[in-house]
Nanobody, 117 residues
């Protein structure tokens, strides 16, 4: 099973920034589509951004123009730069690779992002 390890979360004030990292042994360098998801309390898991093996991104409308996804295939890592954070961005953020538009691996622990003054 592929193991994902997310990091970089924390407490930040509204308008602040965070950079999340996702590491997955082997899977990212194989060129799969990778997505960042988030899970807020009492809400369904939401796909916020995806990136192809060639680096083409796609974003949910709720984060467009604020978040930037990138990947380093050689080092099996995917990143999510989050700017202009809002309280509604508060969630646990997770990454996964995708097949057929659906998450295909086991979920990691995620990294918690809290946006609050």
């Amino acid at each position: 099973q592929v193991q994902f390890a997310e990091s970089g979360g924390g407490l930040v004030q509204p308008g602040g920034s965070l950079r999340l990292s996702c590491a997955a042994s082997g899977i990212i360098s194989r060129g799969y589509l990778v997505g960042w998801y988030r899970q807020a309390p009492e809400k369904q898991r939401e796909l916020v951004a995806t990136i192809t093996s060639g680096g083409s991104p796609n974003y949910a409308d709720s984060v467009k123009d604020r978040f930037t996804i990138s990947r380093d295939n050689a080092n099996n890592a995917v990143f999510l730069q989050m700017n202009s954070l809002k309280p509604e961005d508060t969630a646990v953020y997770l990454c996964n690779y995708m097949i057929g538009g659906r998450p295909a691996g086991s979920w990691g622990q995620g990294t918690r992002v809290t946006v609050s003054s």
